[in-house]
């Protein structure tokens, strides 16, 4: 062979090499994470409130939770409604808050959540919202629209609006069926004892959903 037709030849072994390599040692491929906590976009609320309740049925040690309320608290709410006397009777050190989640109502108007991370004590829990405000009036938004929202919220946010629409906890079996029964909570969701919140999508059933989960008008005027 000449030196011409030697030197494809060999770019033909060295391709085959490399691709026999290849096969022999793939790359791993990262896992795919499909954990969720909240319902699907167009689901039944009722079909979620039962997935919900199936998901703490059979819990065997703390896991991760989603706690969703009936209606937007205030701090103080949270408060009271994640430490009464019927969860502090079960609450150890495997339950706590990690997040609370804001989300400013205002009729007709369609307004961010925001979910801020909280150290296990209520000071954190009360010093949240002024996090969630600050942020929301450096994020702004990418239309006239959106900037006068993000700001709205930021000023309800600020002056201590009932705007909490649910947490993020880590509890016990019975830690988490004590929440359940408190008057102000109107789901309870678990993710699997082995899953992460951090890697998991977070979404609360927000109080306006009442029969399907999907968003509302977004044609009124921003205070």
């Given at each position: 062979?000449?030196?011409?037709?030697?030197?494809?030849?060999?770019?033909?072994?060295?391709?085959?090499?490399?691709?026999?390599?290849?096969?022999?040692?793939?790359?791993?491929?990262?896992?795919?994470?499909?954990?969720?906590?909240?319902?699907?976009?167009?689901?039944?609320?009722?079909?979620?409130?039962?997935?919900?309740?199936?998901?703490?049925?059979?819990?065997?040690?703390?896991?991760?939770?989603?706690?969703?309320?009936?209606?937007?608290?205030?701090?103080?709410?949270?408060?009271?409604?994640?430490?009464?006397?019927?969860?502090?009777?079960?609450?150890?050190?495997?339950?706590?808050?990690?997040?609370?989640?804001?989300?400013?109502?205002?009729e007709r108007v369609q307004t961010p959540l925001m979910s801020v991370p909280v150290p296990d004590n209520d000071e954190a829990v009360?010093?949240?919202?002024?996090?969630?405000?600050?942020?929301?009036?450096?994020?702004?938004?990418?239309?006239?629209?959106?900037?006068?929202?993000?700001?709205?919220?930021?000023?309800?946010?600020?002056?201590?609006?009932?705007?909490?629409?649910?947490?993020?906890?880590?509890?016990?079996?019975?830690?988490?069926?004590?929440?359940?029964?408190?008057?102000?909570?109107?789901?309870?969701?678990?993710?699997?004892?082995?899953?992460?919140?951090?890697?998991?999508?977070?979404?609360?059933?927000?109080?306006?959903?009442?029969?399907?989960?999907?968003?509302?008008?977004?044609?009124g005027p921003v205070p």
């Amino acid at each position: 062979m000449t030196p011409r037709g030697l030197a494809p030849a060999l770019a033909v072994v060295a391709v085959a090499a490399v691709v026999g390599v290849g096969f022999a040692n793939p790359v791993p491929t990262p896992p795919i994470r499909t954990d969720t906590l909240g319902p699907d976009s167009g689901e039944a609320v009722p079909d979620y409130l039962e997935r919900a309740r199936d998901s703490i049925a059979a819990l065997d040690g703390p896991v991760w939770a989603l706690v969703s309320f009936t209606k937007a608290l205030t701090v103080d709410e949270v408060i009271t409604t994640t430490s009464s006397s019927q969860v502090s009777s079960v609450r150890g050190p495997d339950v706590r808050v990690a997040r609370v989640m804001y989300r400013v109502p205002i009729e007709r108007v369609q307004t961010p959540l925001m979910s801020v991370p909280v150290p296990d004590n209520d000071e954190a829990v009360r010093r949240s919202p002024g996090v969630a405000a600050t942020r929301l009036a450096s994020l702004g938004g990418d239309t006239d629209r959106q900037q006068q929202v993000a700001l709205a919220s930021a000023k309800q946010l600020s002056a201590g609006c009932a705007c909490a629409v649910g947490v993020l906890v880590r509890a016990t079996p019975e830690g988490l069926d004590a929440i359940a029964r408190e008057s102000n909570v109107r789901a309870v969701e678990a993710l699997p004892s082995d899953a992460s919140p951090w890697l998991a999508a977070v979404r609360p059933l927000l109080p306006e959903y009442v029969d399907v989960v999907a968003p509302g008008p977004d044609d009124g005027p921003v205070p």
